[in-house]
Nanobody
Framework: QVQLVESGGGLVQPGGSLRLSCAAS????????MSWYRQALGGERELVAS????????NYADSVKGRFTISRDNAENTVSLQMNTLKPEDTAVYYC?????????????WGQGTQVTVSS
């Protein structure tokens, strides 16, 4: 059974850094496309960053380019999001997302989310 568990959220001052981690079980992270999404209070869920399988090619939202880095650790079976130079507008619940093809259909799974608050 595919399961995703996020950790690493919290309160940080503007300009600070946080590292989110997504622990995967039931599959190998290098076999699925993996992404981080976020949803601010009252807003829609938006794609923040993704890493393709098996190429490892990464993609970022314009709003986080140059500040956030997505990576995966195959040995630990985790996907991380390093967030630097955080801004108040980065405040949101961050979700780990996995997508794969199963019998020709699109299968996917979401984590439970972790809160990131950027405030002084």
């Amino acid at each position: 059974q595919v399961q995703l568990v996020e950790s690493g959220g919290g309160l940080v001052q503007p300009g600070g850094s946080l590292r989110l981690s997504c622990a995967a079980s039931g599959f190998a992270v290098n076999s699925h496309a993996m992404s981080w999404y976020r949803q601010a209070l009252g807003g829609e869920r938006e794609l923040v960053a993704s890493i393709a399988s098996p190429s490892g090619r990464t993609n970022y939202a314009d709003s986080v380019k140059g500040r956030f880095t997505i990576s995966r650790d195959n040995a630990e079976n985790t996907v991380s999001l390093q967030m630097n130079t955080l801004k108040p507008e980065d405040t949101a619940v961050y979700y780990c997302y996995s997508e794969w093809s199963c019998s020709g259909l699109r299968c996917y799974s979401w984590g439970q989310g972790t809160q990131v608050t950027v405030s002084s």
